[in-house]
């Protein structure tokens, strides 16, 4: 038996997906996720917004001792996705201890650019 | 009702707005705070720098349930803007835990540059 | 006698090593992982993926009172690399507390990218 | 009277000044401290490389309620600076608590590229 480790509840506030691409790659950002543990861990993602309520609860499994690097441009809640061009914040929950980095690549000029945090723990 | 998460003062040392812009996009940094509780957060965030005097108490508010991306150069005490080109810290105090995050925009070349930290929370 | 600083679990979620080059620099990833003990730091690096086993326990020395910044291309299990091109997930095991900084460089178009976090320690 | 804030021991694994420029702007590292205090802190600051010993206890003051943003390119002992495109790694040490980040921009080819992080803290 493998164990879950990290922590269950992860923050990252600068969430925004680039409308327009026009390099060789996509502009896209990823919430990578690690679970370590024999068994899988189910993902409650919710979405936070400036000017209107939380999309809330979207449901991603990671299954056990893989990674997930979760396209946000995948989310969505009854078919509806998370905007484009708009500032939002990310909140991943799960049944078991996981870690969570966020990574970002902005293809919106000729040349990418690239960010990546880890994401705030909650103990 | 919503708890709040995180914490109640963050630090990011390495502030700094660039002088000019030569991309499609606008140099620019953003604070970017996610306030998950059921209450408004009231937000005081000081400014240091290397050679003078804090600029302390610029008043912001998050609303509940909500994420707020700040530009730093709409940040103003009494008319007084952060100036460019000048390295300075930043201070983010709350009334309520929140969790902030610092992401940079360099588009003094043609192509842009993205950096990003999670600022340090103090417990 | 120097003590050893930092955590004996790291992890990184987003690992990638780009599949081409076109700048002048090569694309890569390093784990940087500083050792300030007066002892050498035996350490354990385990890889994840999404869609298969891990490879586990590949085998690495940093030296007292010294940094390493290891080149993900060049771990290899029984002669094994990790493939590219696709996404994985670091784990690094040591002996005794070490710190761990992951670093990537794109130059998969002309002019390169950098990202770079500190990995998530585990007390 | 205005309290410190953060820690006073900080690790960075991965530094690293690169060796040429080609744009407009010149490559360089920071290191990037805020003193929330009444009084000036004193920093020693440790360079470790990879294949020598440490350049130990490299003196620098951050005076009371100001930041200091230190291009490593400034740093010396007795005369010796750090060597440009080695990897190294840094510890900052300081008799009153600080918070510690690190940043780089690579101006190796035509556009620049950016990354940050904070600096790891022990308690």
Redesign the interface.
């Known amino acids: 038996m493998h164990r879950p480790?990290?922590e269950k509840?992860w923050?990252?506030?600068?969430?925004?997906i680039p409308e327009v691409s026009s390099?060789?790659?996509t502009s896209h950002e990823?919430i990578?996720?690690?679970n370590?543990a024999s068994e899988d861990a189910l993902l409650r993602i919710s979405i936070?917004?400036?000017?209107r309520?939380?999309m809330e609860d979207i449901m991603v499994v990671v299954a056990a001792?893989?990674?997930?690097?979760i396209r946000t441009s995948s989310l969505h809640q009854e078919g509806t996705l998370i905007p484009v061009g708009v500032?939002?914040?990310i909140?991943v929950q799960s049944d078991i201890p996981i870690?969570?980095?966020y990574?970002?690549?902005?293809a919106?000029?000729?040349?990418?650019?690239?960010?990546?945090?880890?994401?705030?723990?909650?103990k």
């Open positions: 480790r990290g509840l923050y990252i506030p600068d969430g925004y390099g060789q790659l990823s990578c996720v690690l370590t936070y917004f400036e000017d309520d939380p001792r893989r990674t997930k690097h500032p939002y914040a909140e870690i969570v980095q990574s970002r690549l902005d919106t000029q000729a040349e990418n650019a690239l960010m990546s945090v880890m994401a705030h723990p909650i």
